[in-house]
């Protein structure tokens, strides 16, 4: 993701993703705050809600519009924060998204790293024109 990506003020997608999104990012600040088994839970069961797939455009759309909701709370909102938020988005629209946890070992230095992906496909609303060097150790 580039600085100006990250500092965007479009308003992406619909009302509705748009409070999907809202909603979703402040039940994931909720469950973050949680011992880490209730956040695994509730990923899980947003991921058995989410029955549809998802459009890589619409998901593009609602990650941006995550990370735009992210930039107006008053607290942290980083790729936890904005990737489980995703997640949660997706399920109340009824699609399905995967959550990912995981870490790049090269360049160095270590990085950890969550992201949301499509299942059965790449990263969504991340930088992957270089490459993606992440690699996941959990994916729900």
């Known amino acids: ?19 999907a999104a809202a909603m979703g990012l ?3 600040l909720v469950l973050l705050g949680l011992p880490f088994r209730y956040t695994v839970r509730a ?4 991921r058995r809600a989410g029955r ?10 609602l ?9 107006l709370w ?25 959550w990912c946890l995981g870490v790049r070992f090269s360049p160095p ?3 950890y790293h969550a992201w949301a992906a499509i299942p059965g496909s790449g990263p969504v609303g991340e930088y992957t024109e270089a490459g993606w060097h992440h690699y996941a ?4």
Not at 137 to 140: F, K, Q, S, T
Request: proline share 6%; hydrophobic share 50%; net charge positive.
């Open 137 to 140: 150790a959990l994916v729900i």
């Open 1 to 19: 993701m580039t600085t100006m990506e990250s500092y965007s003020t479009v308003r992406t997608g619909p009302f509705r993703d748009r409070l």
């Open 63 to 71: 990650v941006a519009a995550v990370r735009h909701t992210g930039r």
């Open 26 to 28: 402040a039940l994931a």
């Open 109 to 111: 230095p270590t990085e």
């Open 43 to 46: 990923a899980r069961l947003a």
């Open 52 to 61: 549809r797939p998802i459009a890589p455009d619409r998901a593009e759309a």
């Open 74 to 98: 008053p607290v942290r909102a980083a790729c936890a924060e904005i990737s489980l938020g995703s997640v949660l988005a997706a399920a109340l629209l009824g699609r399905r998204l995967d």
